[in-house]
């Protein structure tokens, strides 16, 4: 599959179809022709850069599960014991990351894009939380309260983020509004 960006306001990929990012990978749909039409100054820079976003993106996804997979309890606490299952959960992990980053970058937002989304997003909360197997269970209410702050926190500065994005949005609207008539 050829990665191709997708432009943000493509009247060929708006979900009408129902075909979604498969629409694209038609080198003869009309989303190709249209992105083949709008991309003429940089279309190899453009997906090289998309290239290298999704395979780098899938092998640090693969490189995540490969390394929750070698974590072992030891004598001495938690280490990494690098084995045969190692490799095999990185290739796993690269075949499952892959194509959901492939869905994630060139697809417009469909159903295909969010249930990507959503596993990718489920396999690094995983990721995240497996190791608390190995945490003492006296320990576990601590370690509880520090995810809940945490999680409230990083809420607390998206939702801050969503905010500053929209009032600038606002106020480029308005900026441009101004122009337009000259003030």
């Known amino acids: 599959m050829e990665l191709r960006p997708l432009p943000n306001s493509s009247p060929h990929v708006t979900?009408?179809?129902g075909r979604g990012q498969?629409?694209?990978?038609?080198?003869?749909?009309?989303?190709?022709?249209?992105?083949?039409?709008?991309?003429?100054?940089?279309?190899?820079n453009d997906r090289v850069i998309l290239g290298i976003m999704v395979y780098c993106t899938s092998?640090?996804?693969?490189?995540?599960?490969?390394?929750?997979e070698a974590v072992r309890r030891g004598p001495g606490g938690l280490?990494?014991?690098?084995?045969?299952?190692?490799?095999?959960?990185?290739?796993?992990?690269?075949?499952?990351?892959?194509?959901?980053?492939?869905?994630?970058?060139?697809?417009?937002?469909t159903p295909r894009r969010r249930y990507a989304l959503a596993a990718l997003a489920a396999g690094g909360i995983g990721c995240f939380l497996y190791p608390l197997r190995f945490v003492a269970s006296r320990k576990l209410p601590d370690i509880a309260i520090?995810?809940?702050?945490?999680?409230?926190?990083?809420?607390?500065?998206?939702?801050?983020?969503?905010?500053?994005r929209g009032?600038?949005?606002?106020?480029?609207k308005q900026t441009e509004t101004d122009q337009s008539l000259g003030r």
């Open 167 to 172: 009032f600038l949005a606002d106020d480029e």
């Open 22 to 44: 498969r629409e694209c990978e038609d080198p003869g749909s009309p989303c190709a022709r249209h992105l083949h039409d709008n991309m003429d100054s940089k279309p190899n």
């Open 79 to 109: 280490g990494f014991e690098v084995s045969w299952r190692t490799g095999v959960a990185f290739v796993i992990g690269t075949l499952v990351a892959l194509p959901c980053m492939k869905v994630i970058f060139c697809a417009e937002r």
């Open 146 to 164: 520090g995810l809940v702050v945490a999680v409230v926190s990083l809420t607390v500065v998206a939702v801050l983020l969503r905010r500053i």
């Open 59 to 68: 092998l640090a996804f693969a490189a995540m599960i490969a390394s929750v």
């Open 15 to 17: 979900g009408q179809s």
